[in-house]
């Protein structure tokens, strides 16, 4: 199994910035491939950003495209989202993913986090 634990959420204002972390444990290698999602009320889940952990490739929701940045630091096996210029349409419950599989749908990750609130006030 692997157990993904987020944290880095809170409380900022437009055009503030947020560091989310993704720490993962256990059997890894059985995801070599992360990525973030966002759930805001009332909505469905959205993919935010993606990433290979092998070799670097990345994949960005137009949305986030320029503001958001997303990495891992394979040696402690943590998963970043560097967020720039947040804005109230950003607001949202943000899960860490991993699998086997990546990209940009939701069902292609096997394990998950319990997710980190963000919150932009306008």
């Known amino acids: 199994q692997v157990r993904l634990v987020e944290s880095g959420g809170g409380l900022v204002q437009t055009g503030g910035s947020l560091r989310l972390s993704c720490e993962a444990s256990?059997?890894?290698?059985?995801?070599?491939?992360m990525g973030w999602f966002r759930q805001a009320p009332g909505k469905e889940r959205e993919f935010v950003a993606a990433?290979?952990?092998?070799?670097?490739?990345?994949d960005y929701a137009d949305s986030v495209k320029g503001r958001f940045t997303i990495s891992t630091d394979n040696a402690k096996n943590t998963m970043y989202l560097q967020s720039n210029n947040l804005q109230p349409e950003d607001t949202a419950v943000y899960y860490c993913?991993?699998?086997?599989?990546?990209?940009?749908?939701?069902?292609?990750?096997?394990?998950w986090g319990q997710g980190t609130q963000v919150t932009v006030s306008s």
């Open positions: 256990g059997f890894t290698t059985k995801a070599p491939n």
């Open positions: 993913a991993g699998g086997r599989s990546g990209g940009s749908n939701w069902y292609s990750y096997n394990y």
């Open positions: 990433i290979n952990r092998n070799d670097g490739t990345t």
